[in-house]
């Protein structure tokens, strides 16, 4: 016995390391076990929200189409009963800006939070410039200075942008493809302009200048 005892004092500290090892690994072990349940249960609850989200996105673009038509149709109206080169002013200030629908960006913004890296740029692309639109608009009603048609068509073209690029979301929307493309192209203005009753006839200037903006395909 007292050898016993005099080899287990000798051997006390090892024993004792060894323990709390095997302690401080049980513990890990506990813990990155309850980390990647963490992890499991916010990736579904994300997958969930996103799910969701997507479901409701033809919804959403619909309605952001929608307040592209009504913007767009105001900005032609100005333009089409303005006389020469300047735009009414006063026109302009009575004007009722259509209002951005803030509960559709919402629902963009949780489908940014689990979409593929190249959706979510382009969703997040969408949403900042309907914004800066958004933005433009209220400027150009409490500017002060002198309103041209070639300034109005700017105007036009931003709207025309939101428009395609909703257009170019619905097959993702519509789950026919997890990408979204996200370069607007000639063809894409085009189709926009057409679908918002914009045509060379009236606005030839307007259709040129997309011609020299942006990229047609090579087999155009």
């Known amino acids: 016995m007292p050898e016993l005892i005099s080899c287990l004092a000798k051997w006390q500290t090892l024993i004792s390391g060894s323990l709390a090892v095997l302690a401080a690994t049980g513990g890990s ?3 990155i076990y309850q ?5 499991s249960f916010e990736s579904d609850r994300l997958d969930r929200r996103h799910k969701a989200a997507r479901a409701l996105l033809p919804l959403v673009l619909s309605a952001l189409i929608d307040y592209s038509r009504s913007a767009a149709a105001d900005l032609k109206n100005f333009h089409l009963a303005s006389h020469g080169n300047v735009v009414d002013r006063n026109a302009l200030n009575a004007w009722q800006i259509p209002p951005v629908p803030h509960d559709e960006i919402r629902t963009l913004t949780d489908v940014v939070e689990a979409a593929s890296n190249e959706v979510a740029t382009a969703i997040a692309d969408l949403i900042g410039d309907i914004q800066v639109q ?3 608009l209220r400027g150009l009603q409490s ?3 002198v309103t041209s048609k070639t300034d109005l068509e700017e105007y036009i073209l931003d709207v025309a942008e939101i428009y395609a690029q909703c257009e170019n979301m619905f097959d993702y929307a519509r789950r026919e493809t997890d990408i979204v ?3 607007i192209k000639y063809e894409d203005m085009r189709r926009s302009l057409r679908l918002m009753n914009f045509y060379d006839a009236q606005f030839g200037e307007l259709m040129e200048t997309v011609a020299r903006r942006y990229p047609q395909n090579q087999s155009a």
Request: net charge positive; hydrophobic share 40%.
């Open 29 to 31: 072990a506990i813990l």
């Open 35 to 39: 980390i990647r349940q963490a992890k």
């Open 134 to 136: 958004a933005a433009r």
């Open 143 to 145: 500017e002060t200075r």
């Open 181 to 183: 493309r996200p370069e």
